[in-house]
């Protein structure tokens, strides 16, 4: 049954709908549109010049269309008479491969040959700041060590209220709010779901925090690494594969190590195997690499890994397996284009489902204080130049995205990297910084 956008505009009382796609830096881009005009967009697409966005393309190009997905629709709480759409994009005719939420939807076809569906939470950690994004918002909040503090959380309740209640409406079934490990700095945590409407979300999500702390006077950040000295913003991805009806999850095995399947281990013997050439899509931006590559911080920890391995339950290690049938990848920042996130799990993930690739054993030290003892383990890349080499080598890369992606997305960031060069040495951390910080 398709979904008519003009009654449902009626029904729902919508009076405009935000047609909006997420280009290739992860920038959320829209055109809104009254619901007089939402029929004939909802049949020809909304048009923009593919060249003004982050999309490998030229101004001489013909109109890109987006497509809205009826079934994305978002009404937005705060503000329910604008309905918003995710769109895949259209040119001549054509479907936009370049288009992140296509670069997913091609790897989900993939995964769907073999009957399985991934599911996927994210844990979005962001900072609440002042309205210039130069200090925390909140003076009291200075302890050292200020994870869980109900105090700082409570001294925010307005708006973590407002944005849980948001998701409470909408039907995500949040769970819990906390303050996180860097003065100033949240997390709010909602159910998993189909990859696809989790990245539909988490784009969502990005949206509506910063809109909702606008409201209160504040600059949201998702930002890798807002401050040299605090614990960085990451964007952990909890993964597990199930039939497709989604009864079943292929991820347990109670009689596997640690309660994870053999489909589980060849997966994660897929990130052991590339995850350092996906660092170019996990940590995207020139402040990722402040949280990877981080020294310690006030709190005693970083929270993020710099190296390839995995583990059970231990936070120091990329990926964990924290509880039977699923595990956590701790990779990727809040810079990660949400799609391409995704995307890259998967990605990931069919390399070592295919090839049957081994995780290697599992490591159970405390890799912040005895990780340097290993002889022999694989590193994360420690800039972006370094990765985005990593990534354009990658043949695991080529073969899930195709080579044309693989190129148009090394080419832009190629291109931001060049502009960062040419920025007088006393002002390169100030640019990345301002870069990143409505990422
Ligand atoms: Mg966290």
Request: hydrophobic fraction near 35%; charged fraction near 25%.
């Amino acid at each position: 049954m398709s979904i008519n956008l003009s009654k449902v505009a009626s029904q729902k009382k919508i009076k405009y709908f935000l047609i909006s796609f997420v280009d290739l830096f992860g920038v959320l881009r829209a055109k809104l549109v009254p619901t007089q005009a939402i029929a004939e967009m909802q049949k020809n697409g909304a048009g923009f010049a593919g060249f003004a966005t982050y999309l490998d393309m030229s101004p001489a190009d013909s109109d890109m269309l987006a497509m809205p997905d009826p079934k994305s629709l978002i009404q937005l709480p705060w503000q329910p008479e604008v309905g918003w759409l995710a769109s895949d994009l259209v040119m001549d005719g054509k479907i936009v491969e370049q288009c992140p939420r296509v670069v997913l939807k091609r790897q989900i076809e993939k995964l769907n040959e073999k009957n399985m569906v991934m599911q996927t939470g994210v844990e979005c950690e962001f900072f609440l700041l002042s309205e210039d994004g130069t200090e925390v918002d909140d003076k009291r909040d200075t302890a050292a060590k200020p994870c869980y503090d109900q105090s700082t959380l409570m001294r925010r309740y307005d708006v973590i209220k407002e944005i849980c209640d948001s998701m409470l409406k909408l039907g995500w079934k949040p769970y819990q709010n906390d303050h996180e490990d860097a003065n100033g700095q949240f997390e709010m945590n909602w159910n998993y779901a189909d990859c696809l409407t989790t990245a539909d979300r988490h784009v969502f999500f990005k949206f509506m925090v910063k809109s909702i702390a606008e409201k209160h006077g504040l600059r949201a950040t998702f930002m890798p690494k807002p401050f040299p000295d605090l614990t960085g913003n990451g964007c952990h991805v909890h993964v597990s594969i199930w039939d497709q009806k989604k009864k079943k999850n292929l991820f347990l095995d109670e009689n596997g190590e640690l309660g994870l399947s053999k489909l589980g281990y060849s997966f994660i013997g897929g990130i052991m195997k590339s995850a350092d050439c996906f660092s170019a899509w996990f940590n995207p931006s020139l402040n990722s690499f402040g949280r990877i590559d981080a020294s310690n911080t006030l709190s005693g920890a970083t929270w993020s890994p710099s190296t390839v391995t995995y583990t059970g339950n231990n936070r120091t290690h990329m990926v964990r397996i924290p509880d039977a049938g699923r595990f956590e990848v701790r990779h990727a920042d809040g810079s990660a284009n949400p799609y391409l996130l995704q995307a890259g799990m998967l990605g990931l993930g069919l390399d070592g489902i295919n090839n049957k690739r081994s995780p290697g054993k599992r490591l159970d030290i405390n890799m912040y204080t005895q990780g340097h003892k290993l002889k022999r383990v694989k590193k994360l890349p420690k800039t972006l130049d370094k990765a985005l080499k990593l990534f354009k080598e990658s043949k695991v890369a080529k073969n899930a995205f195709g080579s044309s992606v693989v190129s148009k997305y090394i080419k832009l960031k190629n291109r931001e990297l060049k502009e960062y060069d040419k920025q007088p040495e006393g002002q390169k951390s100030e640019w990345s910084r301002n870069n990143a910080i409505d990422c």
